[in-house]
């Protein structure tokens, strides 16, 4: 069996390195001024590059964390930024359609006073046929409302149409543009008496046709044309538009020409229901 090599130093040699290295340390600390000053500078030629290099990196370091912390700043802040657009717009919005609906109410309430002789009711479109104009459309009072078939339907501070069929909470307008639909009218001032039938074609161009008017009656270009008291359908004195180019016809009798209407039929929101009937005069409760 071989013997295990124990490494071992007595203890008078440690005490004599010990003393020697204070002797090192006596003679270092005596030497002179610019031994130190070389020592000194030695040291620092070594350490100072890695100081500044150690001073670079915590300096990097500290930047780049507040970089980190200001950008989470910045990311919060846009939030709650953006949190208050979306409030702001959606206040924005439902401010607007408030004022509109304002504004839809002021119209129907301008109307009615134009027709102060008749008890009316504001209604909503809900539905329109597919085409660009309300040829035909539904609005959002019916029976339970009062509404009946034949009731005048105005906006725009005109004659829109006529009550054509109602269910309950609902009712059908069928609208003066409406192919063949003819509204018995007459010259306001001279009540000379015409005949404004629909032509959905023709409405392309903003017009209707007016016809039969007597040569010699005192219907003119610009005459306002209303609703006649002889109609079998319409309450008499409702607006319907204005004459345009009339001219005498080839039978050398009558004379005819276009009816622009007051009423815009491509823009329809919001109108009102007369609940006079003709037949009877009297309001509907």
């Not at 270009?221 to 204005?242: A, F």
Request: glycine share 6%; aromatic share 6%; proline share 2%.
């Amino acid at each position: 069996m071989k013997r295990k090599s124990h490494f071992h130093i007595e203890t008078k040699h440690v005490f004599f390195m010990l003393v020697v290295a204070c002797l090192i340390l006596i003679i270092v600390s005596s030497v002179s001024s610019s031994v130190n000053n070389a020592l000194r500078n030695g040291i620092n030629t070594v350490l100072m590059p890695m100081q500044k290099g150690l001073n670079r990196v915590g300096s990097y370091v500290s930047a780049q964390v507040q970089e980190m912390t200001e950008l989470d700043q910045v990311r919060e802040e846009n939030a709650r930024l953006s949190q208050e657009v979306a409030q702001l717009r959606e206040d924005n919005t439902r401010y607007q359609l408030e004022r509109a609906e304002l504004e839809e109410y002021r119209e129907l309430l301008d109307m009615k006073e134009q027709y102060p002789d008749y008890e009316t009711t504001g209604a909503h479109i809900i539905s329109k046929n597919s085409g660009n104009w309300y040829q035909t459309f539904k609005i959002d009072k019916g029976s339970a409302d009062g509404i009946q078939v034949d009731m005048n339907v105005v906006a725009d501070g005109g004659l829109v149409g006529i009550v054509t069929s109602v269910e309950t909470h609902t009712a059908t307008v069928s609208t003066i543009i409406d192919d063949g639909r003819s509204v018995s009218s007459m010259a306001l001032i001279s009540q000379a008496p015409c005949i404004v039938t629909g032509d959905l074609l023709l409405y392309e161009e903003g017009r209707l046709l007016l016809q039969y008017v007597d040569k010699n009656d005192d219907l003119e270009d610009n005459y306002k044309i209303v609703t006649s008291n002889t109609s079998s359908e319409y309450l008499p004195g409702i607006l319907i538009g204005y004459a345009a180019e009339l001219e005498v016809d080839s039978n050398n009798l009558t004379k005819s020409g276009y009816l622009i209407p007051v009423v815009d039929f491509s823009h329809l929101d919001s109108v009102l229901v007369i609940t006079t009937l003709k037949e009877t005069g009297e309001a509907i409760p």
